[in-house]
């Protein structure tokens, strides 16, 4: 069984009781960070959490990114954060979705990414996350994708932190603040072309 940075880094960060991740909310705003044990985000990803893959510039090993966009009107999610599952649900502020449900993903090509690709998106920003649910032939579950502690952050790249951002920290001026209620999100901005970009507030948090 392979073992990856990220199945290391989110078992040291278990451990301290330090949260990894996203738990469930009443389906009207972002879920939140978990504090203490992740709550209903279930586990952190397992040793079978996937590759680790370096950053296009050379520089040190990174985890992987959470979500990419390598075409129009597609999203791509990595399995690593949802302990390698192939099947799930993308849930946000999105059309046709809410926080509560939401179309499902799969990955069906192998490659550690479940696809979310509609017919079109409208132009505009939007925040979202994603859960592994389970496939067909399992019983139904519901884990949020576990990517918001400030640890795993610092392992991606920028252009991953781009699509993520936090209500705990100030872009403006680079610094931690406090917040009552603190989480993470992916945050996305279609274009007239359905051009995907990250829209978060992470990228140059270190």
């Known amino acids: 069984m392979k073992t990856s940075t990220l199945s290391v880094l989110c078992a040291i960060l278990m451990s301290t009781t330090v949260g990894c991740g996203l738990q ?6 972002p879920p939140t960070d978990c504090t203490s044990n992740c709550g209903d985000g279930g ?13 296009a510039d050379g520089g040190s090993s990174s985890i992987p990114a959470p979500v990419v966009s390598p075409a129009a009107c597609l999203l791509e999610f990595a399995d690593d954060y949802i302990s390698g599952s192939p099947c799930g649900d993308v849930v946000g502020t999105l059309p046709g979705m809410t926080w509560s449900a939401g179309p ?11 696809e979310y690709h509609p017919a079109s998106i409208p132009a505009g920003t939007y925040d979202l996350s994603y859960r592994d649910r389970g496939c067909a032939n399992e019983v139904d579950r519901t884990n949020w994708a576990l990517y918001g502690d400030p640890e795993m ?4 790249t920028a252009d991953a932190r781009q699509f993520i951002t936090c209500n705990w920290y100030d872009a403006s001026t680079g610094t931690v603040v406090t917040s009552n209620d603190p989480g993470c999100h992916i945050r996305i901005t279609v274009d007239a072309a359905c051009h995907i970009t990250g829209a978060g507030n992470m990228r140059d948090f270190h």
Do not use: F, K, Q
């Open 24 to 29: 469930e909310d009443d389906g009207t705003t």
């Open 43 to 55: 586990s952190g990803p397992t040793d079978d959490g996937g590759t680790v893959t370096p950053p």
């Open 104 to 114: 499902r993903i799969a990955d069906s090509n192998g490659d550690g990414r479940l």
């Open 153 to 156: 952050l610092r392992a991606m």
